[in-house]
T-cell receptor, first 113, second 113 residues
């Protein structure tokens, strides 16, 4: 039973355009959400997070949007760069902090030059 | 400025053997986590330590898996009587506290033949 779902296994965009990665969750107790980026043969690297008290958090080219009523979050990358090509994991936790993260299966983003 | 390190980076063993996987967290991080990532899946939580004690071991799949952190720093994940289904990447993460961002190591790729 997947509590965090990333329904798109892959996404391909052109350099300079916007990348939108989506994530849905089912557990209403989740109150903290994170995005990690993973390159092959490396561990996941933290990208950006958002608490359930917010609906948007921005860090440079990366913005995460949270829609609690829809139990949906998305990561926007603009403009996309070839170096952004990686697998992106959505993760969630309960009780206000990043204990015991529950991950989605990931979306492989390819940014074409 | 070392990150989380894990040794070995790769481990090949035979079914039924015992293995130990080591994690060195970021200096000063009190919380340490183990996850397992199977092919095509996101990381799955195994166990979390706060200091020397296992605060949550609900993700350990069965009693063949055990982890220790005797001095509150380095942790060892131990797997007895390995099975082919144990083949996966074992990821370790640490955070400065229990409600802070988790930083991952590169993982140990375990292959059970």
């Amino acid at each position: 039973d997947q509590q965090v779902k990333q329904n798109s296994p892959s996404l391909s965009v052109q350099e300079g355009r916007i990348s939108i990665l989506n994530c849905d969750y089912t557990n209403s107790m989740f109150d903290y959400f994170l995005w990690y980026k993973k390159y092959p043969a490396e561990g996941p690297t933290f990208l950006i997070s958002i608490s359930s008290i917010k609906d948007k958090n921005e860090d440079g080219r990366f913005t995460v949007f949270l829609n609690k009523s829809a139990k949906h979050l998305s990561l926007h990358i603009v403009p996309s760069q070839p170096g952004d090509s990686a697998v992106y994991f959505c993760a969630a936790s309960a009780q206000g902090g990043s204990e015991k993260l529950v991950f989605g299966k990931g979306t492989k983003l390819t940014v074409n030059p | 400025g070392a990150g989380v390190s894990q040794t070995p980076s790769n481990k090949v063993t035979e079914k039924g053997k015992y293995v130990e996987l080591r994690c060195d967290p970021i200096s000063g991080h009190t919380a340490l986590y183990w996850y397992r990532q199977s092919l095509g899946q996101g990381p799955e939580f195994l166990i979390y330590f706060q200091g020397t004690g296992a605060a949550d071991d609900s993700g350990l799949p069965n009693d063949r898996f055990f982890a220790v952190r005797p001095e509150g720093s380095v942790s060892t994940l131990k797997i007895q009587r390995t099975e082919r289904g144990d083949s996966a990447v074992y990821l370790c993460a640490s955070s400065i506290g229990t409600q802070e961002t988790q930083y991952f190591g590169p993982g140990t790729r375990l292959l059970v033949l």
